[in-house]
């Protein structure tokens, strides 16, 4: 086999793994949206977020640690102990659930029937707030997040690739982990809204405000799990992200990578989050390798290379104007 | 007129009870605008009541404040001889009181069946993790609900169109179903706004059919809103009539079509 083609095949494997984490990131978006019509700007900051509190649990930082030195002339760090990942894990969750009932309490609930574009504003004062409160609580500095996720090369595939074509493959375990993660993350998902009286709740809350509650469904209920489970999965894309690139403030900026994938997989499809992520991901890493750097086609275009900085844009474009649902939204029927 | 708790006979067999639900002395405001004025009425176990009166009389304002879409800034609400709190809809709903709209609020994306069997959530009693956990309990409870759901659909005649999403169906059907929805909810209390609104003679009569017969197999309690008024006084046992936010009827449809203040209203006579 030529080496281009065997690059070409490696770089899109890597490219559809790339894809899963960016679906991580575009599953939360949707699942808020489809419940409740809210573009939920703050999803990237949550994920950050997440990920920031459950370093801080897991090394025992003692929050707002700053803030209470600076008060009081104290000199405090850390509790001392290492919590083992799994306690931490589930620490964080219910520090999410705890944050979705704030949500509810504290903004929703006050805008309740208001324009979408309120509601989006509303998001962005929150992401903002969000991001202050992150930093405040755990401060700014980039930690490395570890629960014990493997990393690095997979030997097996290297191998196995070596022996067959004579040209190992790299393919990072994060990135197979991320992939096994987000299949059972969407399996589980699917099952919930399929077959639970709260996910068949959830659904109808989506498709119809007045008629949900009219069969007595309890909106901000739904609205609270909703966003319980949407910081969920901002977790589980937290613990992808912050241990594949360390905990930083940037997390926050890959929700702006999320929305390609929802414009092409449409922003109320969970199937479409994950489609959408895997062609971004695989899209951008073969036109990187294909034209960016020139190496298809006895390199006849060579744009000389960062072109993964727009190329998932300039994609969600052609997609606005000739399916704007996406691949997966509900396609617009007007009876007239 | 009916009054007291003693149960009553209709002419047709059914057994009218005693006042399952008083509206007293209701007023409802928007802002200065005053939708309902000072209304009182009650509805009777196992009877059609039906409300009626010209455009903008206040009638379905009337219908939002019994299913609690709307709390009136005065007046009482009983049901079940205790008076009620304000409360939001899914809890008046919760509570056995169910309802269709008058513009129709369907789950559009969802199956009729699917639709159908939102009406049931109440009787979904296992968690979210007692049904990960003991499936066949969760098994058990869904098959039950089906059944129901399948019976509703018999009876409103829908089998052929179970699995077509509401948002294909034309407007008769959409009716249709969003009664069978309410009817899954198996409530003690069905409030009808406008059932037989845009509808032609023949789904009319389709509609009134499975009114009655609800009414009559189930025993269900219902309190409907209607502009046909031959349909009305055919259905209903007792009617209120309302104009400008007032009650200016209430009686039987013999009673009601005799009233003089009713025929002014209808008939547009000048007011003094």
């Known amino acids: 086999?030529?080496?281009?083609?065997?690059?070409?095949?490696?770089?899109?494997?890597?490219?559809?793994?790339?894809?899963?984490?960016?679906?991580?990131?575009?599953?939360?978006?949707?699942?808020?949206?489809?419940?409740?019509?809210?573009?939920?700007?703050?999803?990237?900051?949550?994920?950050?977020?997440?990920?920031?509190?459950?370093?801080?649990?897991?090394?025992?930082?003692?929050?707002?640690?700053?803030?209470?030195?600076?008060?009081?002339?104290?000199?405090?760090?850390?509790?001392?102990?290492?919590?083992?990942?799994?306690?931490?894990?589930?620490?964080?969750?219910?520090?999410m659930v705890?944050?979705?009932?704030?949500?509810?309490?504290?903004?929703?609930?006050?805008?309740?029937?208001?324009?979408?574009?309120?509601?989006?504003?509303?998001?962005?004062?929150?992401?903002?707030?969000?991001?202050?409160?992150?930093?405040?609580?755990?401060?700014?500095?980039?930690?490395?997040l570890d629960v014990g996720l493997p990393q690095g090369i997979n030997g097996w595939i290297d191998e196995t690739t070596f022996n067959a074509f004579g040209y190992g493959f790299f393919i990072d375990n994060l990135d197979i982990v991320a992939t096994v993660v987000a299949a059972l993350l969407v399996t589980g998902l699917v099952l919930f809204s399929q077959y639970t009286k709260q996910g068949r709740a959830l659904r109808a809350v989506a498709d119809d405000h007045q008629a949900a509650l009219s069969v007595g469904i309890s909106l901000r209920f739904i609205w609270v799990?909703?966003?319980?489970?949407?910081?969920?999965?901002a977790l589980v894309a937290g613990i992808m992200w912050g241990t594949k690139s360390g905990v930083q403030f940037s997390l926050s900026l890959i929700a702006l990578k999320a929305l390609p994938v929802l414009m092409l997989g449409?922003?109320?499809?969970?199937?479409?989050?994950?489609?959408?992520?895997?062609?971004?991901?695989?899209?951008?890493?073969?036109?990187?390798?294909?034209?960016?750097?020139?190496?298809?086609?006895?390199?006849?275009?060579?744009?000389?290379?960062?072109?993964?900085?727009?190329?998932?844009?300039?994609?969600?474009?052609?997609?606005?104007?000739?399916?704007p649902q996406g691949l997966f939204g509900e396609k617009i029927i007007e009876r007239v | 007129m009916l009054d007291g708790q003693d149960s009553t006979i209709t002419e047709d067999g059914r057994t009218i009870g005693g006042v399952m639900m008083e509206m007293k002395n209701i007023t409802l405001r928007f802002g200065g605008v005053v939708a309902i004025k000072d209304i009182s009425f009650d509805i009777r176990e196992g009877e059609i009541r039906a409300i009626i009166g010209p455009n903008g009389a206040g009638k379905s304002s009337m219908l939002n404040v019994i299913s609690g879409f709307y709390n009136p800034q005065e007046g009482e609400v009983w049901f079940h001889g205790a008076k009620r709190?304000?409360?939001?809809?899914?809890?008046?709903?919760?509570?056995?009181?169910?309802?269709?709209?008058?513009?129709?609020?369907?789950?559009?994306?969802?199956?009729?069946?699917?639709?159908?069997?939102?009406?049931?959530?109440?009787f979904m009693k296992s968690g979210m993790l007692s049904q990960a956990i003991w499936w066949g309990k969760a098994e058990r409870e869904e098959t039950e609900n089906r059944e129901a759901v399948e019976k509703i659909i018999d009876f409103l005649e829908i089998q052929n169109i179970r699995k077509t999403p509401v948002g294909r169906l034309p407007y008769g059907l959409k009716k249709r179903v969003e009664l069978g929805r309410a009817l899954a909810a198996e409530p003690k209390l069905l409030l009808l706004d406008e059932p037989m609104a845009g509808m032609n003679v023949e789904e009319k009569e389709d509609m009134s059919r499975f009114i009655l017969d609800v009414n009559d197999e189930y025993g269900t309690t219902?309190?409907?809103?209607?502009?046909?008024?031959?349909?009305?006084?055919?259905?209903?046992?007792?009617?209120?009539?309302?104009?400008?936010?007032?009650?200016?009827?209430?009686?039987?449809?013999?009673?009601?079509?005799?009233?003089?203040?009713?025929?002014d209203a209808y008939l547009g006579v000048a007011h003094d």
């Open chain 1, 225 to 233: 799990l909703v966003w319980a489970i949407a910081g969920f999965v």
């Open chain 2, 222 to 263: 219902i309190a409907l809103i209607e502009h046909d008024m031959g349909v009305v006084m055919d259905l209903s046992d007792r009617v209120v009539v309302m104009d400008y936010g007032k009650k200016i009827g209430d009686g039987t449809p013999d009673e009601v079509r005799n009233n003089q203040d009713v025929i």
């Open chain 1, 266 to 323: 449409g922003f109320t499809s969970i199937p479409g989050a994950i489609v959408g992520g895997l062609i971004i991901g695989m899209g951008e890493k073969l036109f990187e390798f294909c034209f960016g750097t020139g190496q298809c086609f006895g390199g006849i275009i060579n744009l000389g290379g960062a072109t993964e900085n727009w190329f998932a844009y300039v994609l969600a474009l052609i997609f606005l104007v000739f399916r």
């Open chain 1, 1 to 95: 086999m030529p080496d281009t083609l065997l690059f070409a095949m490696e770089v899109t494997l890597n490219g559809l793994m790339a894809g899963v984490m960016y679906a991580l990131v575009a599953l939360g978006f949707v699942l808020i949206f489809k419940a409740s019509g809210i573009f939920n700007y703050a999803q990237g900051v949550m994920a950050l977020f997440a990920a920031l509190t459950l370093v801080g649990l897991q090394d025992g930082q003692v929050p707002f640690s700053h803030l209470i030195n600076a008060v009081f002339g104290t000199d405090l760090h850390h509790f001392g102990w290492h919590m083992p990942a799994i306690v931490a894990i589930i620490g964080t969750v219910l520090v």
């Open chain 2, 85 to 122: 709190p304000p409360m939001k809809p899914y809890e008046v709903a919760r509570q056995g009181i169910a309802r269709t709209f008058q513009n129709i609020a369907l789950f559009e994306g969802m199956s009729v069946l699917d639709n159908i069997m939102t009406g049931r959530l109440g």
């Open chain 1, 98 to 144: 705890l944050f979705a009932w704030i949500v509810e309490k504290l903004i929703l609930k006050h805008l309740v029937n208001q324009e979408p574009i309120i509601l989006f504003m509303a998001t962005i004062g929150l992401a903002y707030f969000l991001e202050g409160l992150g930093d405040m609580m755990w401060g700014s500095d980039i930690k490395s």
